[in-house]
């Protein structure tokens, strides 16, 4: 048995609101040990979504939407399950009540549109729905359920937890579970990665997958078994092995990041940090004061638009260093002027389109460096990048 998600609204289809329903109903799927092989996004049209949904039953036997189930007139999702299903809709009359009485507990007038809301598809259950106007429902077909939610977050997931879940462990017989660790690593490539766990990637239980972002690979493995303590051990057994290949290249696992590792090895060692930024523009001081909290270990950063801006640090003006000189040169300096253990210096030389970082770390005892050509590369891109490869730069030099 598989599951499949289909998100239902023009907004989410052209970008204009990230689409975190499906991701939470993801996660809870996997709790319950249900496969998940499909997620679709579909407008607010009413014969697309019919279009979907019966593509969906084809190869699902669990096809969860959220989405259209208000009031308006573009909230088609009932009238699309109905044509996908081959059945009427029916006014539910026992649901009106129940739509009312949402309105009387908030003081607030029902428009007539609202009782759209209580017809669905014939002979389909319905859920109710405590916390939000739109009752959910679910239609049971020959190829497969349909479980219809609405698309307002909080109302979804109190609905995923209270109804959905208890449904499909009742309805079909699920005992298993699904556990799911993901590594981080920094400082190597997707490419080189792959390379030292791509035999991992070819394992059916537990399976190892990779996932890039700017400056940063995530492995991601995951074990499928009837019970929680049988899922846990064949995760750990293959990240043991995923650890043992890639050794100080990961630098924390699912809710770890990369900034509060840093932190957490500064306090470990009694060390603390200063940081000078411009290409980066207040990136990394916002990550390590937030990672930070109230401890020592970060003495504050200094963040200007480019290297005029850090005259604090008595820096020579214009282009009197090479950049690698002035990189060094601004972590040696805020290091000295915060009186910190560790100076990190961020900066960027040449014209808009053509920019190369600079990043250096002065340890006191030595000057770790790097470099990246920053041509022809997006902004949302290019900042993650040279903050996570800043960080690494303090972690290995304090592992």
Do not use: C
């Given at each position: 048995m598989q599951a499949e998600i289909v998100s239902i609204g023009t907004e989410l289809l052209l970008g204009e609101i990230v689409d975190t329903n499906a991701a939470y109903i993801a996660r809870l799927l996997?709790?319950?040990?249900?496969?998940?092989?499909?997620?679709?996004?579909?407008?607010?049209?009413?014969?697309?979504?019919?279009?979907?949904?019966?593509?969906?039953?084809?190869?699902?036997?669990?096809?969860?939407?959220?989405?259209?189930?208000?009031?308006?007139?573009?909230?088609?999702?009932?009238?699309?399950?109905?044509?996908?299903?081959?059945?009427?809709?029916?006014?539910?009359?026992?649901?009106?009540?129940?739509?009312?009485?949402?309105?009387?507990?908030?003081?607030?007038?029902?428009?007539?549109n609202n009782l759209r809301q209580a017809r669905l598809p014939q002979g389909a259950i319905a859920v109710s729905n405590p916390v939000g106007t739109a009752p959910a429902f679910i239609v049971e077909d020959p190829r497969g359920v349909i479980i219809s939610l609405?698309?307002?977050?909080?109302?979804?997931?109190?609905?995923?937890?209270?109804?959905?879940l208890p449904y499909l462990r009742a309805s079909l017989g699920l005992c298993g579970v699904i556990k799911v660790r993901n590594l981080h690593t920094a400082g190597i490539g997707e490419s080189d990665v792959d390379a030292l766990v791509g035999d991992l990637e070819c394992a059916a239980n537990p399976t190892v997958g990779l996932a890039a972002h700017p400056g940063q690979t995530d492995v991601?493995?995951?074990?499928?078994?009837?019970?929680?303590?049988?899922?846990?051990r064949l995760v750990t057994e293959m990240e043991a092995e995923v650890r043992r290949r890639l050794g100080h290249h990961i630098y924390g696992a699912d809710e770890e990041t990369l900034e509060g590792v840093v932190i957490e090895l500064l306090a470990r060692r009694g060390r603390t940090l200063a940081v000078a930024?411009?290409?980066?523009?207040?990136?990394?001081?916002?990550?390590?004061?937030?990672?930070?909290?109230?401890?020592?270990q970060f003495k504050g950063g200094l963040v200007a638009p480019g290297e005029v801006g850090l005259?604090?640090?008595?820096?020579?003006s214009g282009e009197d260093l090479p950049a690698e000189e002035m990189t060094a040169l601004a972590a040696r300096r805020v290091r000295e002027v915060q009186g910190a253990d560790l100076g990190l210096a961020v900066l960027a030389r040449g014209e808009p389109g053509s920019l190369v970082a600079y990043v250096a770390l002065?340890?006191?005892?030595?000057?770790?460096?790097?470099?990246?050509?920053?041509?022809?590369?997006?902004?949302?891109?290019?900042?993650?990048?040279?903050?996570?490869?800043?960080?690494?730069?303090?972690?290995?030099?304090?592992?």
């Open positions: 996997t709790t319950i040990g249900l496969d998940l092989y499909y997620k679709t996004t579909v407008g607010d049209n009413e014969g697309r979504i019919a279009a979907v949904l019966g593509e969906a039953l084809e190869r699902s036997g669990v096809v969860i939407t959220t989405g259209g189930l208000g009031p308006t007139v573009d909230d088609v999702t009932r009238e699309a399950v109905a044509a996908a299903t081959h059945r009427p809709l029916e006014v539910r009359r026992e649901l009106i009540p129940e739509v009312e009485a949402f309105f009387r507990r908030r003081g607030a007038r029902m428009t007539e609405p698309g307002v977050p909080g109302e979804m997931r109190y609905l995923m937890e209270h109804a959905v991601r493995v995951t074990a499928k078994a009837e019970r929680e303590e049988e899922a846990a930024e411009t290409v980066t523009q207040g990136v990394l001081t916002s990550r390590l004061t937030a990672a930070a909290h109230d401890s020592e005259s604090g640090l008595g820096l020579p002065d340890t006191g005892e030595a000057v770790i460096r790097h470099s990246r050509d920053l041509a022809g590369r997006p902004p949302d891109l290019i900042l993650p990048w040279i903050a996570n490869t800043a960080l690494d730069a303090v972690r290995r030099a304090l592992l």
